[in-house]
């Protein structure tokens, strides 16, 4: 079974060592976000005595969360380039999201990276019955960070404003126009990574610079396809 496969299955790549640390930074950052938003909702209902120790607690947790975003700001200074902070909207949490749990932005396709964010409309057929075309899966505290991401760039960016009013105005729901916004941020942010992270590289055939070929890793494989010499990487810096 696993001969039948092996051409089509692609090999597991650990995230790089900045990644696992970004993703440690978030993950903390969630925790004390959570902590420091319960604090503040328990100081109402305690007495003056207790909530005096209560605010000691939340000062301990805001000088927590300034020093994680300061060493989240570092990382992604250090192993993002402009391209992935160049829309409106999509923040650092959005960038340091996207950077630590989707490491595979930049080599896949846009149909595959809106699947594993959980964007992409999946069917529900079965014989003559078509149902309703619903997301589902994919991994969710991306999908989240990503649609906070939307509703701010809806606001600021006006080509995706124009975008989300023309859907409306085709009759269109509110999420459902939405969703769509995510699946095109989720391929831009696809695009931007391909090859402009840090440390990765690009494709050096400059034959092949077609619309069709979003990725990297679809130019090489075209590269590959036609025989052409140039399969050199370059790094990008």
């Not at 051409?7 to 440690?24: G, M």
């Not at 057929?125 to 899966?137: N, T």
């Not at 859907?167 to 916004?181: D, I, M, Y």
């Amino acid at each position: 079974m696993s001969r039948l496969f092996a051409d089509r299955l692609r090999r597991y790549e650990a995230p790089a060592p900045w990644q696992r640390e970004l993703r440690d930074w978030l993950r903390r950052r969630g925790q004390v976000v959570t902590t420091l938003q319960a604090q503040k909702q328990q100081t109402a209902l305690t007495s003056p005595a207790v909530r005096k120790v209560m605010m000691r607690t939340i000062s301990a947790l805001t000088r927590e969360l300034a020093a994680i975003d300061r060493a989240m700001r570092a990382l992604l200074q250090a192993h993002a380039t402009p391209a992935l902070q160049s829309s409106k909207g999509m923040g650092p949490i959005f960038q340091a999201t996207s950077l630590a749990l989707l490491p595979e932005l930049g080599t896949l396709t846009r149909h595959q990276i809106a699947k594993l964010v959980g964007v992409a409309p999946m069917n529900r057929d079965s014989g003559q019955m078509h149902g309703k075309r619903r997301i589902r899966g994919g991994r969710g505290p991306v999908r989240v960070a990503l649609y906070m991401a939307t509703l701010s760039a809806v606001r600021w960016d006006p080509t995706l404003r124009a975008h989300y009013q023309q859907l409306r105005a085709r009759g269109k729901l509110g999420k459902v126009a939405l969703v769509s916004l995510h699946a095109e941020a989720a391929d831009d942010r696809q695009r931007q990574a391909a090859g402009r992270i840090k440390g990765r590289g690009r494709c050096c055939d400059r034959r092949l610079k077609s619309t069709q070929l979003k990725t990297v890793a679809e130019q090489c494989r075209a590269a590959k396809r036609r025989g052409l010499p140039s399969k050199k990487w370059t790094p990008v810096g």
